[in-house]
């Protein structure tokens, strides 16, 4: 058995020469250049996948290799798994001859055997590369250009894999960083082995997935507890990033900076254990991320407006003023185009390298450290009361707020709902849903004062004959929803904290 240690990048060049460029300053020397052919199989029902499994025969030089790879984990773009490979005498996989202990017990190897089936291929040109860096390490490099076929459709593949043969992590981050001086470059979340599960239509087509809490357990201490937040928010990250690129939409840009914001928020929650452990390095980067997608407030206003409150703006005065500056808005915007770009940027991937070297080689100046070894349950318990404490000075300031302390509000009580995201499932499902519901629904009305907020703000930039008109209607519009505010207000000052 091999562990197989790997960071993989999708990239949207032909880069060979800008390997060879790079690789040879560092005195890397060329292996093989080699036609791989690969066939992935599993049951009709997806049995060794339910195993965290995968299997495919292999195919160069007129030679047959079975591989078996098996659960392990992906963070960032650093992928682990533990895998058997073994030479073959015909293109189609032998169960039994790998180590009876991989499986389960209980497992019927032969009944698996005769249900094998192939589900997709990948062929693709691989040029590889050795590289020897500091503290003994070898890296291979491997270059793949081909295509994933499944059900008579195809999907390019363009990756840079590095790979460790010997030695310690920490050389591969520090070669990463070398490559990823242009643009094209993305860190690579999913397989070739997953993007052919989907090809073949035995996934889930991907689509906007709201975020949901962070799958903390009261049995972890206050370190494992904020790696588990970490690694929550980057998958959900790296996901929404994935989608963007395939199906462009604000939602899922939305979620995207979610994770980033989910991030910085662990740096507050978590004070007392980021103290003891290396220090980052990348909390500059994510504040560069989240103001490069700052527009997203607009966008969604804008959006909005155009379709769910489309039939209130024909009731308000200006409406030719008030459509001429939406369209003008919307033009102001970054494109897809442009979204796109900022993806593919080099700050952006090099953001992303920082975060996940970080968390794979991060250490604790005294790995007994209070800080890191009290449970999560307590630091949850503080966290949750002082943000409650806060969100209550403000909500009790009277019993009917003005629209400028709702503005107000409304950024703490994000905070607040973002801190419960961190630690709800510590505490009963049923009080803790009770709890925030009314809070959500807050959330939800001031969310829905944005478009009239805008509308304020742009007014006095419109050349309009009404603006005492426009004016009187936004405060018209507004008054019910500050009265419903101060209401569910109240209903959420008296509910019982479900971490008391």
Not at 161 to 172: D, F, M, R, Y
Not at 477 to 485: D, V
Request: with cysteine.
């Amino acid at each position: 058995m091999s562990n197989e240690v790997e960071l993989k990048f999708l990239v949207t060049d032909d880069v060979f020469s800008y390997l060879e460029q790079v690789l040879s300053s560092l005195g890397a020397k060329e292996q093989q250049d080699q036609q791989l052919e690969n066939i992935y199989f599993d049951t009709a029902d997806q049995q060794l996948r339910a195993l965290d499994c995968g299997l495919r025969i292999r195919t160069y030089s007129g030679k047959h290799e079975q591989t078996i790879k098996l659960a392990g984990q992906a963070v960032g773009g650093l992928h682990q798994r533990p895998e058997y490979t073994l030479p073959s005498n015909n293109p189609w996989p032998d169960l039994r001859a790998f180590p009876a202990e991989i499986w389960p017990e209980g497992t019927d190897v032969g009944l698996l055997q005769q249900s094998l089936t192939t589900l997709f291929r990948t062929d693709f040109h691989r040029r590889t590369w050795t590289v020897a860096l500091q503290d003994d390490s070898l890296i291979e490099i491997a270059y793949d250009i081909g295509s994933i076929d499944a059900n008579g459709q195809n999907e390019p593949i363009n990756e840079v894999e590095l790979e460790i043969v010997s030695g310690p992590v920490a050389p591969l981050f520090k070669l990463a960083e070398l490559l990823v001086t242009r643009p094209g470059w993305q860190l690579g979340c999913a397989s070739k082995a997953q993007r052919g599960y989907r090809l073949a239509g035995l996934s889930a087509e991907p689509d906007v997935r709201r975020m949901g809490f962070v799958p903390v357990t009261p049995e972890q201490t206050a370190e494992e507890g904020l790696i588990t937040a970490l690694q929550y928010a980057l998958r959900h990250w790296q996901y929404h990033e994935q989608l963007y690129m395939q199906q462009p939409s604000i939602g899922a840009l939305l979620q995207l900076r979610s994770a980033v914001t989910l991030i910085q928020h662990t740096r507050l929650l978590y004070a007392d254990v980021y103290a003891v452990l290396t220090p980052v390095d990348w909390e500059t980067d994510l504040a560069w991320l989240v103001e490069q997608l700052s527009w997203l407030d607009e966008a969604l206003v804008l959006q909005r407006m155009q379709f769910e409150y489309r039939q209130m703006l024909k009731n308000a005065p200006c409406q030719s003023e008030l459509a001429s500056e939406i369209q003008r808005h919307e033009q102001l915007l970054p494109t897809e185009k442009q979204t796109q770009a900022l993806l593919l940027s080099v700050h952006y991937c090099q953001t992303l390298l920082k975060l996940s070297s970080w968390m794979a080689l991060h250490k604790a100046d005294n790995p007994h450290s209070p800080g890191l070894v009290q449970p999560i349950h307590s630091l949850a318990v503080v966290a949750l009361d002082n943000s409650w404490q806060e969100l209550l000075s403000m909500s009790k300031l009277s019993d009917a707020l003005d629209h400028a302390s709702y503005q107000h509000l409304r950024e703490m009580l994000r905070h607040n709902l973002q801190v419960g995201v961190c630690f709800a499932t510590l505490f009963d499902t049923e009080r803790q849903q009770g709890f925030r519901l009314p809070w959500l629904n807050m959330l939800g009305r001031l969310t829905d004062l944005e478009h009239i907020e805008w509308i304020f703000e742009a007014a006095t930039n419109m050349a309009c004959p009404y603006q005492q008109e426009l004016n009187d209607w936004l405060q018209k519009e507004l008054k019910p929803q500050l009265i419903e505010l101060d209401q569910i207000r109240q209903r959420g000052i008296g509910m019982q904290p479900y971490w008391e």
